[in-house]
């Protein structure tokens, strides 16, 4: 059965696309599921972001097509992916999912699967507050919620500072030089497959 699976994603820096990436590996692992990367548009400005220095980052996933909200009512399932900004998600993502309300008026994503994965600065630096807060709006859309269950178990490493929560996926980025590591790319396609097994397994109930 074939199962379509958007990933969309904001990054600045980097690590939310490294782990969009992983993600989409992920979904791909289960036969007959796609998986379709989108970030969402930008709004700061160039010159802003040329001082920050993620201007060099962004380089890397420019070619990334931007997501259209009606692009959104096309899969079975959306896994978004988000930096954390004070605990909360992105305000680049907050702008794009305002613009789904057409969408949500006429029930386009009731049914569809839901997950995040997200990162932060530091360790503990607001990564299950910002998706469980998402996870708000996902509910408010009519979709159905997918975290990560605990037989993921490399969620549960203690021998190593790491991301990972029931929630999603996560990633710590540090002063920016730091990169997802091995666990947390195995917990985001991880996630990947399970919500494509997931998606997957509804869309069989559904047909049956």
Known sequence: ???????????????????????????????????????VPELVSDDVLAKSGADKARSAFRNIPVARPEQLVEPDAIIFGTPTRYGNMCGQMRNFLDQLGPYWLKGAFEGK??????????????????????????FHLGMIVVGVPYS????????????????????????????PSRTELAIARFQGKHVAEVTAALKRGRSS
């Open 113 to 138: 699967v839901g997950s995040v994965f997200a990162s932060s600065n530091t360790q503990h630096g607001g990564q299950e507050t910002t998706i469980t807060s998402f996870h708000t709006t996902l």
């Open 152 to 179: 993921e178990t490399r969620q549960m490493t203690v021998d190593e500072i790491t991301g990972g929560t029931p929630y999603g996926a996560t990633t710590i980025a540090g002063d920016g030089s730091r990169r």
């Open 1 to 39: 059965m074939e199962v379509n699976v958007q990933i969309v994603f904001y990054s600045m820096y980097g690590h939310i696309h490294t782990m969009a990436e992983a993600v989409a590996e992920g979904v791909r692992e289960l036969q007959g599921a796609r998986a379709t990367v989108l970030q």
